[in-house]
């Protein structure tokens, strides 16, 4: 009679789940996404958006159209700024969106000592 004697089997490899790779893509998708979003609205007051949508710079002026949206009945405070070409800070000018709007379009125009080459919509807040 004779018997015949099988070979050890060789030791399985441990077969990784995709279910666990999935899972760590989308804890790392929502991570990223968090992050963006806090990045997107750092330094920003919440309830007020303010946009600078367009800029004209002439010798001695510049123009500056922009829109604030904010709270309906807040009046809303902001700082428009204008740069020659070595970004050093040429004009300053306070404006305000009153109350009674939630969204404000609004035109300004700094008097410069120069020629502007950008403008800055920045600092806004509730009054």
């Given at each position: ?54 800029y004209d710079a002439r ?50 125009t700094l008097p410069t ?15």
């Open positions: 009679m004779t018997t015949s004697v099988s070979e050890p089997a060789a030791p399985a490899e441990p077969k990784r789940g995709r279910l666990g790779l999935v899972i760590i893509g989308i804890v790392c998708a929502v991570a990223a996404g968090g992050f963006g979003f806090i990045a997107a609205h750092v330094g920003q007051t919440p309830g007020i958006d303010a946009q600078l949508i367009t010798p001695g002026s510049i123009e500056v159209n922009f829109s604030i949206a904010k709270p309906k009945g807040d009046v809303v405070h902001c700082t428009l700024t204008a740069f020659d070409e070595n970004m050093t800070t040429i004009a300053k000018k306070d404006v305000t969106a009153p109350a009674g709007t939630s969204k404000a379009g609004l035109s300004e000592p120069g020629k502007a080459t950008s403008a800055q919509l920045q600092d806004c807040r509730k009054a």
